[in-house]
């Protein structure tokens, strides 16, 4: 493989004109791995998709064109729009995980709106007795329950209450 690319940092990248590839060392600190497999999806399509961790810490994307024959510009361009879409696909990676906990409330919401209102046969069927469930440890009992409400001191007449 060759580096002959002025306008991409050497190490980078290198092409073989002989087997329409091009090769791109990925950093997965930069890119999540999760972005590096987006990104390599969306190309299935147009080239062969290689992924290879040559050493820890690096992986190598291989992209060869389908039709067997590139010359340095299409590989230069598929160079270009890969490294577009990785860029795009680790954005969108880092929204989602930003986003988590809204997402899955949204959709927990919808699945159970999906569900409908309780008719009235489930509303009947339903046990609303006090004796729902156990509470050995006490917890759903409410303060007063748990500790007694105090009693109003008893007043004497002249004024003063009682202990």
Do not use: C, M, W, Y
């Given at each position: 493989m060759q580096s002959s690319y002025p306008d991409i940092p050497a190490g980078l990248?290198?092409?073989?004109?002989?087997?329409?590839a091009v090769q791109l060392q990925v950093d997965p600190t930069i890119y999540p791995l999760q972005a590096i497999y987006g990104a390599a999806y969306i190309f299935i399509d147009r080239c062969y998709?290689?992924?290879?961790?040559?050493?820890?810490?690096?992986?190598?994307?291989?992209?060869?064109?389908?039709?067997?024959?590139?010359?340095?510009?299409?590989?230069r361009a598929l160079v270009g729009e890969f490294a577009n879409e990785l860029l795009g696909c680790a954005w969108r990676h880092?929204?989602?995980?930003?986003?988590?906990?809204?997402?899955?409330?949204?959709?927990m919401q919808a699945i159970a709106g999906a569900m409908g209102q309780p008719s009235l046969d489930d509303l009947a069927s339903f046990d609303f007795s006090d004796q729902g469930f156990d509470d050995p440890l006490g917890i759903a009992l409410s303060w007063e329950e748990k500790h007694g409400k105090k009693a109003p001191a008893a007043s004497t007449g002249d004024g003063e209450a009682q202990p």
């Open positions: 990248v290198a092409h073989d004109l002989t087997a329409a998709v290689f992924l290879e961790r040559p050493e820890p810490g690096q992986v190598r994307v291989t992209l060869t064109a389908k039709g067997g024959s590139a010359d340095a510009g299409a590989l880092q929204i989602t995980q930003d986003n988590r906990v809204l997402l899955e409330t949204v959709t």
